[in-house]
């Protein structure tokens, strides 16, 4: 007599989101978001209301999670099909390798490192959530592992010109604008008194364009010089 028992297919929803975050390295909070905001992908509830996913689920965040690693954001891609998705990251996959051989010479263009990417992604996500203390915690444990100089070019800057675009695109409202800004703006003017008290004789005063009340390009480029040990008067 055959057996009835019923074996889960790639489409059965049958993993917690503990899961997906251990095979696909999303975390819950951007994996959340991605699905609030843009129905990345739509687990069913079990019978506790836990969100619980599917081999093919967790498939499609792999696949988002590697796109966005490549540059892309997630509005870029949210709504691709799974075959859409696996050949724009294999295309992506191919341009990255074509970037690293010796003959290519402009990388100024070049996606930042997937680790940077990852980082920038959480950190928009905590600006779309509201979520300042969230932001301003990844934002300094950075500051303290990459250094200053690598915080400035591979996360604030990086981060600011997503937010910017993401406002642009009418995804964001001033307000995530100002909390993503403020946040840096805070951290950056902390830096730069910290550096001060180590910085050489040179002193260089940076100073926002009379009238213009964005501070921030400034702040970024004080962070930089006072990572390079100039003494930096900030003015805003």
């Keep these: 007599m055959k057996s009835s028992v019923m074996h889960p297919t790639a489409t ?31 687990p069913m509830r079990g019978e506790g209301g836990h969100r619980l996913y599917s081999d093919a689920d967790i498939e499609r965040v792999r696949l988002l999670h590697a796109a966005t690693r490549s540059g892309r954001t997630i509005g870029q891609v949210a709504r691709l099909s799974r075959d859409e998705l696996a050949r724009v990251t294999e295309e992506d996959a191919a341009a990255r390798v074509a970037r690293s051989t010796p003959n290519v010479s402009d ?92 910085a050489r004789d040179a002193r260089v005063v940076v100073a926002t364009p009379a009238g213009d009340r964005h501070a921030i390009g400034a702040a970024l480029a004080g962070a930089a010089a006072a990572a390079e040990g100039w003494g930096v008067i900030y003015l805003g």
């Design 12 to 42: 059965t929803p049958r993993h917690p989101i503990s899961v997906v975050v251990d095979r696909t390295g999303l975390s819950q909070h951007v994996l959340r978001v991605w699905e609030r905001r843009y129905a990345a992908v739509e």
């Design 107 to 198: 990388t100024t263009n070049a996606a930042p490192d997937a680790a940077y990417t990852s980082v920038v992604d959480e950190a928009l996500a905590f600006t779309l959530a509201l979520d300042a203390l969230a932001l301003d915690g990844l934002l300094r444990r950075m500051v303290a592992q990459i250094g200053v100089a690598a915080f400035t070019e591979r996360v604030a800057a990086p981060m600011l010109h997503r937010v910017g675009d993401e406002w642009h695109a009418g995804r964001l409202t001033i307000a995530h604008e100002h909390l993503a800004s403020a946040a840096v703006h805070d951290i950056l003017v902390e830096t730069m008194r910290a550096l001060a008290r180590d």
